[in-house]
T-cell receptor
Framework: GDSVTQMEGPVTLSEEAFLTINCTYT??????LFWYVQYPGEGLQLLLK?????DKGSNKGFEATYRKETTSFHLEKGSVQVSDSAVYFC??????????FGDGTTLTVKP | EAQVTQNPRYLITVTGKKLTVTCSQN?????MSWYRQDPGLGLRQIYY???????DKGDVPEGYKVSRKEKRNFPLILESPSPNQTSLYFC?????????????FGDGTRLSIL
């Protein structure tokens, strides 16, 4: 079956540091890939998406590129802020309606 | 305001007492889905629905039922809850059934089964 593997957390960074959260996947066919963010006590919110190979999704300074050859969708941000502290989920959708999420990575940014 | 609304937000109950968690969306979305979130396990899909009267099992459907009689509502039913169903539950919806559609999530329902 489909699966999503995220780097283990938690991740703690200082403000203005560079962020990478690794995500790799296995799936049949051509899935769409997503990053969602979850703030304490809230549901998940879409951060960015990419729907085909070599697409780059971007939002709020975050970026991720759909790499079919390495089956990866790593999340990056050049300079994190305290307000970026949250749990980040990598996910994939298939046309069959099924969605698969990674385990989530907790990011804490310290001033 | 466009939203997915779940009720209740919190519930403590006992083993075997049937319960229903309601989910309603006001965006005329075709697709709806239920997930449970457990520490270290991420979100796991319980059931999903690609249209009215169409439901399919996700990865962890055992012990749960759903129905989709109307487009806006997708209740999750636990006929005989057990302690291993203690979890944080999320309902989500998306405009269409294509894989490129992101999901909109409710704020979650925290269930404790004693």
């Amino acid at each position: 079956g489909d699966s999503v593997t995220q780097m283990e957390g938690p991740v703690t960074l200082s403000e203005e540091a560079f962020l990478t959260i690794n995500c790799t996947y296995t799936a049949t066919g051509y899935p769409s890939l997503f990053w969602y963010v979850q703030y304490p006590g809230e549901g998940l919110q879409l951060l960015l998406k990419a729907t085909k190979a070599d697409d780059k999704g971007s939002n709020k300074g975050f970026e991720a590129t759909y790499r079919k050859e390495t089956t990866s969708f790593h999340l990056e941000k050049g300079s994190v802020q305290v307000s970026d502290s949250a749990v980040y989920f990598c996910a994939l959708n298939t046309n069959a309606g099924k969605s698969t999420f990674g385990d989530g990575t907790t990011l804490t940014v310290k001033p | 305001e466009a939203q997915v609304t779940q009720n209740p937000r919190y519930l403590i109950t006992v083993t075997g007492k049937k319960l229903t968690v309601t989910c309603s969306q006001n965006m005329n979305h075709e697709y709806m889905s239920w997930y449970r979130q457990d520490p270290g396990l991420g979100l796991r899909q319980i059931y999903y629905s690609m249209n009215v009267e169409v439901t399919d099992k996700g990865d962890v459907p055992e012990g749960y039922k759903v129905s989709r009689k109307e487009k806006r509502n997708f209740p999750l039913i636990l006929e005989s809850p057990s302690p291993n169903q203690t979890s944080l539950y999320f309902c989500a919806s998306s405009p269409g059934t294509d894989s490129n559609q992101p999901q909109h999530f409710g704020d979650g329902t925290r269930l404790s089964i004693l």
